[in-house]
């Protein structure tokens, strides 16, 4: 499959194993090109990882001092956040190269970090969701509104696992 811009994501201080691993397997189920992230919390628990479909060998995962380092300048930096005065996430227009920024499970990106976003968006449910729901909902909502071209048929076939093989009949 092709892809579609560049997609990077942005892990503020993340805390829990499991949840970087949702990412993981999220940033492979939608194709990102890279996890990184801050803090020191993850490095001591990540051990317990749990990237089921062993995603973090075919992308790297990065801890860094600043999730912005390094990447290219027109790289849009897009905030992830229950924030005031963001963007909804269905009215949001996604940008070709993007390095999405996710706060923590357990509080907010600073605000620091946010005032140097290209935009802050949020996703409109009642309460927040977790760490990798919200990653998951985004990179669907990116890949939805996408010009990419999918050959269904083949996209079911190459992505379900050996115990599925289920057929919709007329």
Excluded at 3 to 32: D, E, I, M
Excluded at 92 to 101: D, G, Q, S
Excluded at 119 to 124: C, E
Aim: charged share 20%.
């Amino acid at each position: 499959m092709s892809k579609h811009g560049t997609v990077v994501l942005g892990l503020f201080n993340p805390k829990s194993p499991s949840n970087v691993g949702a990412v993981l397997r999220a940033a492979g189920c939608y194709q990102a090109d890279e996890v990184r992230y801050v803090g020191e919390r993850f490095a001591r628990a990540s051990r317990y990882s749990t990237d089921t479909k062993n995603v973090g060998s075919s992308i790297p995962l990065l801890q860094v001092d600043e999730l912005s380092q390094g990447l290219p300048e027109d790289m849009a930096i897009i905030c992830v956040e229950l924030a005031e005065g963001a963007v909804p996430l269905p009215a949001f227009t996604h940008p070709e190269k993007a390095l999405y920024v996710f706060g923590p499970e357990d509080g907010s990106i600073p605000q620091a970090v946010v005032d140097k976003a290209s935009q802050v968006v949020y996703v409109p449910t009642i309460g927040c969701m977790n760490l990798a729901a919200t990653v998951n909902v985004l990179l669907y909502d990116r890949l939805a509104k996408s010009d990419l071209q999918i050959d269904d048929v083949e996209r079911i076939k190459a992505s379900r696992d050996v115990n599925n093989r289920l057929v919709v009949r007329a």
